[in-house]
């Protein structure tokens, strides 16, 4: 029987992706794999994922994560590396041009009518309905596959995000908070406005709620899973399954089996990459 499996953030830690495959029981040739972002950068052994993940491309399906757009901005020589970058080894490969090439033309939201399952990196908004939101990822994921991907990159770097989507004056604002929020965001208040640092500011803190609390009480439809919030941890709740329970930070790689009536959860425990205060 097919199963289909998501899984949380990889960021590069091979070991652990083993680990919960075998546990799984996992059958490429058969079973479908979904992967919550992040894949590569900050763990070990980002050249080791993406070998294993580009040859089961037939078999798994991902959506592209912040560290993911960073890898991306690495490669074109847009950005230099960060303290805290690990992506020498894939950088170097003579395959990084066709694992990239893959990467940038994979999608920012996946949805399955079938199972009722929709995937993203971070966040929707909870004002978008799933068929905007659809329409939101389209935008973006035509420009990292159009002609000008190098600038389209190079501009989410450029100048600040808006904070709000009503205050994004022209395409390029648009675009910028369409990548901060479906890849960065995690605190919205109920006017829509995002904090896109890790936690909301000190003297406004007590207006910021998680996303997913907004998203779930004004849409009433469609079921979400998201990685992105390692410190919010594992979230099994009615419609939402976050993913990312920290794997680099030393806790757990997380999945679940989502082709049934209830998600059935499996997690393996990780050594420790990165420090929990390195952004």
Not at 98 to 118: H, S
Request: proline letters at 6%; hydrophobic letters at 45%; a neutral charge.
């Amino acid at each position: 029987m097919t199963a289909t499996y998501a899984i949380g953030d990889l960021q590069g830690c091979s070991a652990p992706f083993n680990a919960l495959l075998e546990q799984m029981g996992f059958t490429p040739e058969t079973d479908r794999l979904w992967l919550a972002g992040d894949l590569i950068n900050r763990g070990p052994d980002s050249r080791a994922i993406l070998t294993r993940i580009h040859a089961w491309r037939d078999h798994v399906q991902f959506v592209l994560g912040n560290h993911d757009l960073y890898a991306l901005a690495r490669w074109a020589g847009i950005i230099p590396a960060k303290k805290n970058d690990t992506l020498g080894a894939v950088l170097s490969d003579p395959r990084v041009d066709e694992w990239m090439d893959w990467l940038r033309n994979g999608p920012m939201l996946i949805t399955d009518a079938t199972l009722g399952w929709t995937m993203v990196h971070a966040a929707l908004h909870p004002d978008w309905d799933l068929a905007q939101a659809q329409d939101h990822a389209a935008a973006v994921e035509a420009a990292l596959r159009g002609r000008q991907w190098r600038r389209f990159i190079k501009s989410l770097w450029a100048d600040p995000v808006p904070n709000r989507w009503q205050e994004c004056r022209n395409e390029e604002e648009a675009q910028r908070f369409r990548v901060a929020v479906f890849t960065r965001a995690r605190y919205v208040t109920a006017k829509g406005f995002f904090s896109w640092p890790s936690t909301p500011p000190r003297d406004a803190a007590h207006e910021f709620a998680p996303w997913h609390q907004w998203f779930l009480e004004r849409q009433t439809t469609g079921a979400i899973i998201c990685g992105h919030w390692a410190t919010q941890g594992l979230l099994v709740r009615p419609r939402l399954l976050a993913l990312d329970s920290g794997c680099v930070w030393g806790r757990q790689l997380s999945a679940a089996r989502i082709d049934g009536a209830e998600p059935v959860i499996y997690q393996t425990p990780c050594p420790m990459f990165a420090r929990p205060d390195s952004g």
